[in-house]
């Protein structure tokens, strides 16, 4: 049993900044090899935000928020971080993280298909 549990998600306006967080938890070890972020928008597809290897030696970001978003984690606490800046209102969406637990992709893939542990999403709303 593998749960993923998103938080972070606010109200912000225009230039604001966010940082959301992603708790993995498990009842038994299992191999993973990269985790992500996904936003989706209403009616909309679920898109790639960022991706991170889990040796940490790679990082993909969706060319959209290259310079904005920073993803990062702590393998101490099992958790997953993505730091929002300059928010601009098409980043309004719910995030999703996600853990591939399939295969090693170098570098970290975007591919919603590489990914098969999702979590519930935390909303994110940028006004203008």
């Known amino acids: 049993q593998v749960t993923l549990l998103e938080s972070g998600g606010d109200s912000v306006q225009a230039g604001g900044s966010l940082r959301l967080s992603c708790k993995v938890t498990y009842s038994m070890y299992f191999i993973r090899y990269s985790m992500a972020w996904f936003r989706q928008a209403p009616g909309k597809e679920r898109e790639a935000v960022a991706a991170?290897?889990?040796?940490?030696?790679?990082?993909s970001y969706a060319d959209s928020v290259k310079g904005r978003f920073t993803i990062s984690q702590d393998h101490d606490k099992d958790m997953l971080y993505l730091q929002m800046n300059s928010l601009k209102p098409e980043d309004s969406a719910m995030y999703y993280c996600?853990?591939?637990?399939?295969?090693?992709?170098?570098?970290?893939?975007?591919?919603?298909?590489?990914?098969?542990?999702w979590g519930q999403g935390t909303q994110v709303t940028v006004s203008s």
């Open positions: 991170i290897s889990i040796d940490g030696g790679s990082s």
């Open positions: 996600a853990i591939n637990a399939r295969r090693r992709s170098v570098p970290a893939p975007l591919g919603l298909g590489d990914y098969s542990l």
